[in-house]
């Protein structure tokens, strides 16, 4: 079965594996300026709020250094109030810069407004490591993981934030992706083509209370040794 193309509706009473809310216009056609607005007004709306803990960041801040020899330059996509990219800052001495794709996102120092589907020029290639909690925002997971990873360096690892709270059973217009952890390396292996792989999932250092697992799932640029 091609996981990529299995689109499904949220559906608490009956628990599936992956699910993809769609943003379509009557015509059919993507509506992008409504998953824009939904994002835009969850990002105001929670703006108080972070997912991130500095613990976790520093957790995997090590994992990196004890893998990447010379990381200069980091990307943490979808990150609000952007404390993901100072504590990375502050944990590898290194330039990282955050995205987010509301107006808010000038509040914030290293923080410019950005869709994360997108891809500057002059990232391609040339990022060591790219964080992101907010991988479940995404309108199209295959195509987000895809250009995240051709920014990456050879070599260099994109770490996907992945908790109970992004299955499939917990989407919605504002978070549409969602998948079981167990099914998260088999969409990877599918939407990589062998461009990417997962290495490695740990476990978060710091869990909330509702949460059932929060994991970390590291992925990196390049095929199989």
């Not at 461009?195 to 199989?224: N, S, W």
């Amino acid at each position: 079965m091609n996981l990529a193309k299995l689109f499904v509706k949220r559906d608490v009473a009956q628990r599936q594996d992956f699910a993809l809310r769609s943003y379509v216009r009557a015509d059919g056609s993507f509506d992008y300026e409504r998953y824009r607005a939904i994002q835009e007004a969850g990002n105001k709306r929670k703006l108080d709020r972070s997912w991130a803990a500095e613990e976790n960041i520093a957790y995997v801040a090590a994992y990196l250094k004890e893998r990447l020899p010379d990381i200069r330059f980091g990307l943490c996509h979808g990150t609000r109030r952007g404390l993901e990219q100072q504590w990375f800052r502050e944990h590898l001495g290194c330039e990282v810069v955050g995205t987010e794709i509301s107006e808010t996102a000038t509040q914030f120092p290293h923080t410019i407004q950005w869709d994360f589907h997108e891809v500057k020029p002059e990232w391609l290639g040339a990022v060591d490591f790219i964080y992101s909690n907010a991988f479940d925002h995404s309108y199209d997971p295959a195509l987000c993981i895809n250009r995240w990873m051709s920014c990456l360096k050879p070599g260099g690892i994109c770490v996907i934030e992945h908790s109970s709270e992004h299955e499939a059973e917990y989407t919605s217009e504002l978070d549409p992706f969602g998948a079981s952890l167990n099914i998260m390396p088999y969409l990877m292996l599918e939407w990589s083509k062998g461009a990417f792989h997962v290495e490695d999932i740990r476990e978060a250092r710091v869990v909330p209370p509702a949460v059932d697992y929060i994991k970390f799932l590291m992925i990196r640029h390049g095929r199989h040794a």
